[in-house]
């Protein structure tokens, strides 16, 4: 019998189902035809493939992508993925979900991301600089401090940061900090960006809980995936009281109906590597978690995890979007009729890209700012977006997801408006 997978259908197409989210604030607001087919494709998308220099002396063959959705509001700003299912698909998608969620936030930025196919725990570490300097050399006709600004995502760190502002100011005579965010401190990194996505997620749940009447201190949460976004959420959330009852990585999962202690676990991990065998806990798959009994699921992994073919099973009262496109557009209308609260990820984890820009002022500034200033500016930004979408939804009497959408979409279509089309 075959083992060859099938071909994704189009309900699991990233792209398809961003478009359709647009779609749907766009018939809100009425737009103009015109706008909504500027506004409902990317502005550039540029593919390379480019060869890296292997240990063993061969050569290997990568395919890297950045795209350009809009820049009608400012530079376009993204990040970069190292992951062997990265395709253009999912990476135009990426790219027009952060042009509504820099527009929700209302930071000066448009949309883009970016990424190479590949698996990095298949490369050596020199291997791994040379394919991130040869990628940042090949996508450097697009990215720059005024232009592009990309960032980490998914697989990639501040190291990989390093090594894309080292390339691009070695290639143009001198340092340009603000080319990458995401950065070391000792290059311009700012205080607060490793944590600013999972700290985002946590101001969100707590003001959808404030909204909904939850108190945090009876609240059991599931997070799935335990990278930087998902580890630093369940640690905060745990932290306001929050109780953290299963995490995952990509080798799965751990539950307890008691709660897990998550600084415990930060230091399980360190000794053995993995989260699985933390004592007081049952293994439990990443397909499994999603359908616990907890009243917040935080799916902080890859996008299209709640689907038409789950939706139905999710047992959580609130799932607050971690990661990037994590839900169907038909799981949102199974959810929504089954009352499930989704609090959308261009809201719940835009305080990665807010403290990015944060960090893109004070390079360009060369003047930078303490963590606790930096912590309060964040929660600023993410509780008015979240009043503002909060009011949309209300208004039309539509999800919250939809709720952000309109605030999103609006300022992008009123900007797009104002500038003009050139010439």
């Known amino acids: 019998m075959s083992t060859a997978a099938a071909p994704a259908a189009a309900a699991d197409s990233p792209w398809l189902n961003a478009q359709r989210q647009f779609d749907n604030a766009a018939e809100i607001l009425n737009l103009s035809s015109g706008l909504r087919a500027v506004l409902r494709e990317v502005r550039r998308e540029l593919v390379v ?34 992951h062997p299912d990265t ?28 990424g190479v196919a590949v698996d990095p725990a298949t490369l050596s570490h020199r291997e791994l600089e040379r394919l991130t300097r040869r990628f940042a050399s090949e996508i450097s006709v697009l990215i720059g401090p005024d232009s592009d600004i990309p960032a980490p995502d998914v697989n990639t760190t501040g190291e990989i940061m390093a090594w894309i502002m080292d390339t691009i100011s070695m290639e143009a005579g001198y340092s340009i900090p603000a080319v990458v965010t995401g950065k070391p401190l000792d290059i311009g990194g700012s205080e607060g960006r490793p944590s600013a996505t999972g700290r985002g997620v946590t101001i969100v749940a707590l003001e959808a809980c404030r909204r909904e009447g939850m108190d945090p201190a009876a609240t059991t949460v599931a997070v799935q995936g335990f990278g930087n976004v998902g580890s630093v959420t369940a640690a905060l959330m745990q932290e306001a009281g929050f109780k953290i009852c299963a995490v995952s990585d990509v080798f799965g999962g751990i539950y307890s109906p008691d709660g897990i202690d998550v600084e415990e676990l930060f230091e399980y991990r360190a000794r053995t590597g993995a989260i699985a065998g933390f004592a007081n806990t049952q293994p439990v798959s990443n397909t499994d978690l999603l359908e616990l009994h907890v009243d917040i699921l935080v799916p902080a992994a890859l996008e299209n995890q709640i689907t038409a073919r789950n939706a139905g099973r999710i047992k959580a009262k609130m799932i607050v979007e971690g990661a990037n496109g994590p839900t169907t557009p038909d799981a949102d209308t199974i959810l929504e009729k089954r009352g499930i609260i989704v609090v959308p990820d261009i809201l719940a984890n835009a305080g990665g890209v807010t403290v990015s820009y944060f960090e893109w002022v004070q390079d360009l500034q060369s003047f930078f700012w303490e963590e606790g200033e930096i912590n309060r500016r964040l929660e600023r930004i993410m509780q008015k977006a979240f009043t503002q979408m909060c009011e949309q939804a209300e208004a039309h009497r539509v999800s919250l997801r939809l709720g952000a959408y309109l605030v999103a979409v609006k300022r992008v279509a009123d900007a797009t408006a104002v500038r003009g089309i050139y010439p």
């Open 49 to 82: 493939r480019f060869p890296v220099k292997l240990d063993n002396g061969g050569l290997r063959v990568y395919e890297g992508y950045r795209v350009q959705h809009n820049v009608t509001r400012g530079p376009a700003k993204g990040g970069l993925r190292y």
């Open 87 to 114: 395709n253009l698909d999912e990476v135009k998608a990426l790219a027009m979900w952060m042009t509504w969620k820099c527009a929700l936030a209302n930071l000066p930025f448009g949309g883009a991301k970016g």
